[in-house]
């Protein structure tokens, strides 16, 4: 074999071994298709059947409401209840229908009416259920208190380019609110760990925002925020004592969050 043939098959053998090593190569994985964060609480929103005797009379007597103004007035005839109280129940999220027959409930069956009164009835367009979770000041008898961590439902909409909100029966319609966060402070002025935004009718979330651990949310807006730390939490007015504070919060199903009691609190710090 002369030598050309000679360095011809020798040439064919590089390739057919590159080929070779080329077919058994491990191509990294696309990358995976992103999952947005589960929704925790999702499985609490009971879904609306149409079918009703009581769902066909709530219809009928609400038909009059036709503006925001006249969810105001149609509130001030309902009056809260904790959730024990009512279904003995650490937490149930009432239909509308249901509160309206009741004409009491908690914070988020009260929420539950106002949002779909003022989407389905007076037709607002950009109607929300706002999940807030924060820390407020828990005073005993002796007049010292402890910051503990509670949670609060919460109707928000837009109208005229401005942010309005009912809390329980109360209509917030002149605080001016820059942005979410500012609304669910008015519950937990010293400061939000967590919010959950959802869709006034289908319940399924259209947002969330949580903080870092050992951090509470602070910003202009929702989207475009800062943190701060919650060891720099308001400052104390003489001859005020802040006992202990959570530096995480562990909200466990079975807490009733709307009936206003702490959830779970683990490594506890004390600020004096």
Same mark, same amino acid.
Request: proline residues 6%.
């Given at each position: 074999?002369?030598? +050309?043939?000679?360095?011809? #098959?020798?040439?064919?053998?590089?390739?057919?071994?590159l080929l070779?090593?080329?077919?058994?190569?491990?191509?990294?994985?696309?990358?995976?298709?992103?999952?947005?964060?589960?929704?925790?609480?999702?499985?609490?929103?009971?879904?609306?059947?149409?079918?009703?005797?009581?769902?066909?009379?709530?219809?009928?007597?609400?038909?009059?409401?036709?503006?925001?103004?006249?969810?105001?007035?149609?509130?001030? #005839?309902?009056?809260?209840?904790?959730?024990?109280?009512?279904?003995?129940?650490?937490?149930?999220?009432?239909?509308?229908?249901?509160?309206?027959?009741?004409k009491?409930?908690?914070?988020?069956?009260?929420?539950?009416l106002?949002?779909?009164?003022?989407?389905? +009835?007076?037709?607002? #367009?950009?109607?929300?259920w706002?999940?807030?979770?924060?820390?407020?000041?828990?005073?005993?008898?002796?007049?010292?208190?402890?910051?503990v961590?509670?949670?609060?439902?919460?109707?928000v909409?837009?109208?005229?380019?401005?942010?309005l909100?009912?809390?329980?029966?109360?209509?917030?319609?002149?605080?001016?609110?820059?942005?979410?966060?500012?609304?669910?402070?008015?519950?937990?002025?010293?400061?939000?760990?967590?919010?959950?935004?959802?869709?006034?009718?289908?319940?399924?979330?259209?947002?969330?925002?949580k903080?870092?651990p050992?951090?509470?949310?602070?910003?202009?807006?929702v989207?475009h925020?800062?943190?701060r730390?919650?060891?720099n939490?308001k400052?104390?007015?003489?001859?005020?004592?802040?006992?202990?504070?959570?530096?995480?919060?562990?909200?466990?199903?079975?807490?009733?969050?709307?009936?206003g009691?702490a959830?779970?609190?683990?490594?506890?710090?004390? #600020?004096n």
């Amino acid at each position: 074999m002369s030598m +050309f043939w000679k360095l011809v #098959l020798l040439i064919l053998g590089v390739v057919f071994v590159l080929l070779m090593v080329g077919c058994k190569r491990k191509f990294p994985p696309n990358p995976p298709v992103p999952v947005p964060d589960p929704d925790p609480h999702f499985k609490k929103w009971p879904q609306i059947v149409r079918t009703t005797e009581l769902w066909k009379n709530y219809c009928n007597y609400m038909h009059k409401i036709t503006s925001d103004s006249l969810v105001a007035t149609e509130m001030k #005839l309902y009056k809260w209840i904790s959730d024990w109280d009512l279904w003995n129940k650490p937490d149930h999220w009432a239909l509308p229908n249901i509160v309206w027959k009741n004409k009491k409930d908690d914070c988020d069956g009260l929420a539950r009416l106002s949002a779909d009164l003022l989407g389905r +009835f007076a037709e607002i #367009l950009e109607v929300h259920w706002l999940e807030y979770y924060g820390f407020y000041r828990k005073y005993s008898s002796d007049g010292k208190y402890k910051i503990v961590a509670g949670g609060h439902a919460i109707t928000v909409y837009k109208k005229g380019g401005k942010l309005l909100a009912f809390s329980n029966t109360s209509w917030w319609n002149y605080l001016n609110f820059q942005d979410f966060i500012e609304i669910g402070e008015q519950t937990f002025p010293e400061g939000l760990y967590w919010v959950i935004c959802r869709h006034w009718e289908t319940g399924k979330m259209e947002w969330q925002l949580k903080s870092p651990p050992d951090e509470i949310i602070e910003g202009t807006n929702v989207f475009h925020r800062q943190l701060r730390l919650i060891r720099n939490l308001k400052p104390l007015k003489r001859g005020e004592r802040k006992k202990v504070i959570a530096r995480e919060v562990i909200w466990p199903e079975t807490v009733g969050w709307s009936s206003g009691t702490a959830p779970k609190l683990s490594n506890k710090k004390n #600020l004096n």
